[in-house]
C-alpha cells in the first residue's frame, strides 16, 4: 500500500468542470486552504456546535480536499472539491460583524458565486439543526435540506461513558476490565514537543488499512494527522499518548471549547480494544470539566456504527445539506 502522506501528491485530480469553478473562485479572492491558514481560522470557533463546523477539522482535511476559503462580511466561508461528490460550501458565523440577521444577504451572494462558477444551485452543509429554520426562511428561494444519519455526530454526557450502563455495554466493561486490570499501561499528556510521536501509531494502523477504502470515505487520514501535527499547539488542543509497556500503543487529540463541549477530533489504538480503554480514561480523567464530548460521526461504517451506538446513551447532533434553488427557475 502506498501512504503518501504530507509530501504526497496533494487531493485526487478533479474533473474539468470543477477545475473551471475552482478557477473562478480563487479569481474572486478565495485562497486555498493550507496548515498556515489556521491562525485565521481560530477566531471562527467559539460559535460553533458541530465538529464539523471547528477550523482545525476544516484544516487537518484540506490534503484530501480541494478547499477554498474567504472572509465575506466577516463571516468565514469555505468551499469543497471532492472528487464524486457534488461541490459545497460551509458558513461559519462565528466572528466579526456577522450574524444570522445578515445571513440573506450572503446566501445570495453565494448564490451568485454558486452560478458564476457553472453549478445549478447553492449547496451549504453543516448546518446546525439550531440554526435550520432561519437558514431555510430566506426570501426568495426554495430550500430543501436534508440529513443522513451516517454524518450525524455522536455526542455523550462523559459520565455515561465512564459508566457504560446497560446491558449493550457488557462487551465493552469486559475488554475495559483487561486494561484496567494491567499495571504496565502509561498515559503521557501530548506536548508541542512529543505531537508527533502519534503518527507512529497511525502509521502502524494504516498499515493493516485499505487505503482506497478510506480515500472513498474521506480522503487519507495519515495526510489529515500530519496536518494535525503541524498546527498543533497544546494551548488550543490536548491530547495524550498511550504506551503500553515500553510500546507507543495508542493516542487521542481532542478539543475543548466554550460551553463546557469536548470535541474529539483523532484517535487509534494499535491493540484489539484499546480505544475503548482510551475513551473511558479521557471521559474519567481528560476532560476538565466538560459537560459533552462529541466523537463525531460514523460515516455509515458498521463498526464505527455498532462502537458509537454501544457506547450511549448518546444524542445525535445533525448536520443539514440545504439547496437553495432561487424562486421562479
Known sequence: MSHTGIGGAGPRP???????????????????????SYPLFRDFKGAAVLSELSPAVSTFWTLSF?????????????????????????????AGPSSLSCLD??????????????WANLKL???EERFLERFRRVPGFTVDAAYSDDHSEYVYKPADIVNLSGGINHKKHTHLNKFLDRDDITLVPMTNDNRRLFLEVEREWCASQDCALCAAFAGCELRALEVMGEIYDDRDFRGLLAYVGDKLSGYLVWEQRDQGRAY????????????VYLIY????????????LNINEDMGKE????????????EHWRKYLCTYVKDGL
Open 14 to 36: 478533479l474533473n474539468e468542470a470543477d477545475r473551471r469553478a475552482r478557477a473562478y473562485l480563487l479569481d474572486r479572492g478565495f485562497l486555498p486552504v493550507g496548515p498556515d
Open 66 to 94: 480541494n478547499e477554498l476559503y474567504r472572509v465575506i462580511d466577516g463571516c468565514l466561508v469555505t468551499v469543497f472539491f471532492f472528487d464524486g461528490l457534488e461541490p459545497y460550501f460551509e458558513l461559519n458565523l462565528g
Open 105 to 118: 444577504g450572503l446566501i445570495r451572494a453565494l448564490y451568485d458565486l454558486a452560478l458564476g462558477a457553472g
Open 125 to 127: 452543509y453543516a448546518v
Open 264 to 275: 474529539l477530533h483523532f484517535g487509534k489504538g494499535t491493540i484489539q480494544n484499546f480505544f
Open 281 to 292: 480514561m479521557l471521559a474519567k480523567t481528560g476532560l476538565s470539566g466538560a459537560e459533552v
Open 303 to 314: 463498526g464505527l456504527r455498532r462502537f458509537k451506538r454501544h457506547l450511549g446513551p448518546y
